[in-house]
């Protein structure tokens, strides 16, 4: 019978491989991972802005919260919760934040499957709050959920097919 910790890494993982599936689709079309689409007054986040915020949330929310991992590469940082979306030319290119993303996701998946107490509780410094760790991880199913249909919009917005 599975664990709610494999559970719960199994669905954070599930909603992870659906971002690689569109990420996978917009680069097969070659669409610049730099490029931030306008949309009315608003503009999206880039691909490689969001491959690096997933990978810097997920090491933040879970890593960092419930293990005090250090950051994986300083790079980071520079999306964060509440970071310019803007291209900067310090930013890394998307192979690099890719490779990072499956390194912090594999050794979440770890740490998660590992755990065993979810009722433990913990702080996530970032948004100055407190709960269990099983529901800080379902914030980070959420969290990488919704960054999953960013990448979605993404390949509607550039007529790419994902069914």
Known sequence: MMTEQEALAGALDSARKLSLFYLNRLERK??????????????????????????????AIVQKTMANAPLPAPWMEKFMFGSSSDSQ???PDLATVKETMKEVHESTLT??????????EVHVDFMSWTDTRRAVLYH???????????FGWLCKIHGIKTI
Do not use: Y
């Open 89 to 91: 030319p310090d930013w």
């Open 140 to 150: 980070a199913i959420r969290h990488d959920a919704n960054h999953a249909g960013h």
């Open 111 to 120: 740490l998660i499957r590992g755990f065993d107490d979810l009722e433990t």
């Open 30 to 59: 070659k669409i610049d991972p730099l490029l931030q689409v306008q949309v009315g007054d608003a503009k999206l986040n880039s691909m490689l802005w969001l491959c690096a915020h997933v990978t810097w949330a997920e090491w």
